[in-house]
């Protein structure tokens, strides 16, 4: 391709023509696959390369997709035909860790499980914790606005970013944000980049928000007969005032599977629920906790020392991967108000049975933000389409119960249609509004989000 | 004016002409005053009159000045010639309190301690805490996205912003955010419009988080010799890992007028810092405080009885109180990175002499949000300019020292010059660039921030 062999010149990075294009350069983990091939891959080692690359891209009517990792699930990074691909997870310095300022300041192909390790150092860590923190890169985490386990108590990505260096459709680098805990002056263009899943600009940099590490921590688990006792549970433990750092939900399928991958004695239950609480009032919290927990159960148990609370956290995090060996899995991710999490919880379980589909649900309960995950086995050829019907139900359940289609996963390209839906159509065109002012030759990931 | 006499028929609220426009209903608490008297006055009862109002101002060409208790800092809602000013003070319902989801849905007009005491019923508060929250209005501090002392912990007003309703430009009435704790669909505009000053349209509701009150709450206080072993132990607080509820800084002539406006034995030291612990780790956590403390003074005092902790509280409120004895002040308020903030007051008190200005500073030890406070004396003719030059060279120092010229007031008009120096000139071009894609006309307080 003459263009690529005349621009590859400008670049410090690689540079790939279509034929040497990995296909796992043109998806993310939703599997999702957009017709036709990409150009151009751009492996950028630097911001210049970045800015080229966007140069490039809008002088011969490519779009850009930005990647990271290639964790997302939504489809957000799936690029085809009429692409330029800009991998950016080679800028990966920590660019600055101030322990005075509680900030650091990093370029997007950083993992925030790296961020952390260097922020333990001097006592402090980063503290989205999304699931994926180990192999995600933080712009990917940043461009999602990503949650995780903690944000019950310290918030989603958004919250811990206080700046940005986002290179526009034009070439030009701007910093938005700043490097103080609190400032206003000018629109908040920190939260809009923030979110936006590659439709308005290449994040080059980020300067992000330290907390110290708790002085302690301590986990409480339960088992509970029903769904509606554990999200009842869940619910007296915030009326209590305590602040979980961890409130997490597992319905009877999940936990069957999850102890099941861990070979651990089953327990059967209609319900599991893991918290942690943290700092220096974790002891008084967790007993809190537990208290709660035990107006509702017989089976609590608190776990001081760290291995112990491994065990119990494990179970949490095995729900997954126990899923996934059942076939291909469609991981949802609505959030209801609090109130409806079991409402919620059972509407999923009527919506199976409707679809013939196997559901399993675990999530967030201290936020409500559930993850539905739909099991397609491998020898059933129609599971696919009935999967997709039961998503779709999923999501107007979500709306109907005044929750959201996204809790922290983002729209991308599977959630397009409902995207419309869930904002209505004049807050839908106000986005696009300012995404065409933004970017007015949608060049940014066309075809995603909006 | 017949405009007027025609439209006036369209409204549920008051509307008024120009000679019957009370002059304060065109300034704010900055004094600042635009050239001109305002067209109209309109006093919205809900908002249709608010959709009402704002096509009327765009068929008549005039601009909107949006306004609710005038409390605001810099001049934003300002009046002028060609304005039609629209009070939503009228707007003052809380619509609906939800403890089980720990959120309210608000009306603008709505005080922020009107919410707070709303919520306490249920005991739940609305965490910003602004000083002016018993005057202000929450649509005023959701325009500013104004800050408070409780902010180091429990965050901005943004923060706690899940959710607006905003009537455009065009009379759309459009609905950002959500009801959920956490929520990822699409661009997040409800951020794009706290903190906008009115620029972008007409807050008419907002969906607001609310927290549990904390189980217990402690005091600490200490007196310093200089303001950098003040600086020094409310660092000292941050690395031991303790979050406080608040920590604020009073310079040594701050701490002197308060004590003499409280008639409280004076205590003469170079700087006074008050701290609040609260939660279920409040003890071990005010413990933390006391002993980070006793390194760097001897004079230190807990209190965990309320009327003695609110007279430790006491002296940082009647801080600004007390300096207004002494003429007019301008108000300023920048935020520097939290490890140069002994470095911030001592360059405030070297351009107090070289402006031969008189300044105290107080603020938010724990953000790095400090508030000068410059004193024009009634009686110097010229104290007025030399002010302006002590303010400017302060705004100067915040950005040499990494900051911001505005923690939490805004830009409004009085920082307008200075928003260019600190976002530069291509952020403030995309700045500008997302205010007329929403605003085509710039309808909305024209010459305000941008």
Redesign the interface.
Known sequence: MTVASHAAQSFTGAILHTPDIPAGATQDRSGHVVAGDPALLIRAADVDDVRHAVRLAARERLSVVVRGAGTGLAGGAAAGAGALVLDVSGLNRIVEL??????AVVEPGVAATTLDAAASEV?LRYAPDPASAAISTIGGNIA??A?GLR??KY??T??AVLGLSVV?ADG?????G????????????T??F???EG??GVIVSATVRLQ????RTVTIAAYFDEVETAAAAS?AV??A???PAMLELLDAGSLREAQDLLRVRGRDAGAFVVAQ?D????D??AA?VRACFARFTSRVSVEEDPAAAEALLAVRRAALPALERHGRVLIEDI?????RIARAVRRISAIARDHDSTIFTFG?A????LHPIIVIPPDDDDAGARAQGAAAEIFATALEL??????????GLL?RDW?AR???P???R??R??????DPGGLFNPGK??
Request: net charge negative.
């Open positions: 101030s322990a005075d300022d509680e900030l006592g999602t606005n949650g944000c019950v918030g989603v958004s919250d526009l030009t680098l701007v910093h938005t700043r490097r103080t805990a609190k400032g206003v002056a000018g629109l908040d263009l939260s809009l923030t979110g936006s439709t308005l110290p590490i708790p002085v619910a915030l009326a005032r305590v602040r609480t700092g220096f009032g974790a008084a919290e809190a959030a209801v108000p609090r109130s967030h201290g936020d409500g933000n005044g929750g959201t289609i996204t809790g922290e996963h983002g729209v959630k995207l869930e904002l209505g004049d807050a839908l106000l986005q509004t300012i995404r065409q002012a933004v989000v909006f």
